[in-house]
């Protein structure tokens, strides 16, 4: 039996829907650095040959810059660009009565790309936690041929990540800030705790880069942890309770050299940075350890824990004439004054940064919805019904069933999109099969385990602890 067996991050992880006739599979944005070009097939497995199909594909300009001039479409198909909110805009392809012969695959490619014409501009996915490719795709009828359904607004955040880290949906690249500190003296650091905190990094030059992700929440009362807490605002609106407020960095004023890669609005990353956040107070009863999980790190001054590390990042603002400022808009002065116990300062700015380390938190947060425990999962089917089973998981092991021979393909989709292991194995015979793999860098919470075989996908929600 021949295996291979990848235990780290795929770029470009296959997500299966279907209906009752077709099933599609996204492959994600297969462009460069900032660039959205999506890729999908369609499978028949039914003999009806004609569709009429509608595809929308969500993404953002991060500088809200209109896209149309950067459009290429690759496809003799009638296509339009809309924008459906703020710096949120969607592609629309029209592919009409399109035949697909009986139980035959049609890979659609790429049937577009949108490549940024500036190097201060990009384009990304407009992901969501649980579907990182976000594109809907409409039979005739109207009816969805995915278990996606077209995105509500307003309700991004962002949340802190490791450097090496990659956003799910987002061409393997990185999410990041640089702030072009004071030049002279430089005296940017980590000024308390760990030496290195999650989603900060301090480079020769003693300027700070914040490394993040875009998280969607409904509610961020459904994340309120037993302290206040701070997250980078990445939509018009904060989340329903949450609070905005900004932060005005005068940075370096000799060359500046602010940038960004990926998403920022509302914040504006120019000579100077002006940061846009969203303050979470603190639960009044029943709340979480840690807000998320341990992916993520988040703006907050907690008190100490077994399972939670914290680091104070002192930031060396402008010195000559400063102008650093705050708005607050209308919060209340109870709530300024918990906002600067996190985010401080007048001439400088200091940041106080939490993360989880512990192997678990109470009430983690990986999901809204509650998932189903491995040891009495149930079926959650993500695709077509196939010839394999899915019988369990644990460290060591991922147990299936097959009916028939042939090769088999298992992915590890963590809630927020990202692919944390892919296993395939050659040539299985039917029956049961219990696949070693190697679970040393996957982290405990919930996932899909996604396993397919012969072109068909089935999966199971599933707790790894």
Known sequence: MNKKILASALLAATMSFASNNLRVDFYGSQGAQCEYAPRFQIYNYLPTTNWTLKLYAYFSSNDGSDPTKDFKLNVDFPAQIEKVNGNVYRVVINYGWYPIGDLQTKDFGNPFSIKPSSSNRCYQPYTRNNYPYDIVLESSNGGYLSNSKHPTFNNRIGLLVDKDYVCPGFNGKKNYIHIDAEDTNPATKISSGSKKPKGVVIDDKK??????????????????????????????????????????????????????????????????????????????????????????????????????????????????????????????????????????????????????????????????????????????????????????????????????????????????????????????????????????????????MSVKQNGIASGKSIILK
């Not at 960095?249 to 969203?278: L, R």
């Not at 590890?412 to 040393?440: C, F, R």
């Open 207 to 448: 300027n700070p880069e914040f490394y993040y992700c875009p998280l969607r929440v409904s509610n961020m009362s459904l994340y309120q942890a037993t302290y206040d807490y701070i997250v980078l605002k990445l939509d018009d609106e904060c989340p329903s309770g949450s609070y905005e407020f900004v932060r005005y960095h005068d940075t370096e004023d000799n060359t500046p050299s602010n940038k960004v890669y990926g998403f920022m609005e509302p914040s504006v990353i120019q000579k100077d940075a002006k940061m846009y956040y969203c303050f979470v107070p603190a639960a009044t009863k029943n709340g979480r350890s840690y807000p998320f999980t341990s992916t993520y790190g988040i703006f907050a001054n907690p008190t100490a824990s077994s399972n939670i590390s914290k680091s104070t990042l002192h930031v060396d603002d402008e010195d000559t004439r400063n102008n650093n400022s705050w708005n607050f808009f209308n919060l209340s002065d109870d709530y300024i004054s918990r906002i600067k116990n996190i985010i401080s300062g007048s001439v400088d700015t200091d940041y106080r940064i939490a993360w989880m380390t512990g192997s678990s938190a109470t009430k983690e947060a990986a999901s809204e919805a509650k998932p189903v425990v491995a040891e009495n999962m149930v079926n959650a089917p993500i695709a077509a019904p196939s010839g394999v089973a899915i019988k369990g998981i644990s460290r060591t092991a991922m147990n299936v069933e097959l009916l028939s021979e042939g090769k088999v393909e298992i992915n590890l989709i963590g809630v927020d999109g990202h692919s944390y292991a892919s296993i395939t194995t050659e040539n299985l015979q039917p029956g049961s099969h219990s696949i070693n793999w190697n679970s040393a860098k996957v982290p405990a919470g919930r996932y899909i």
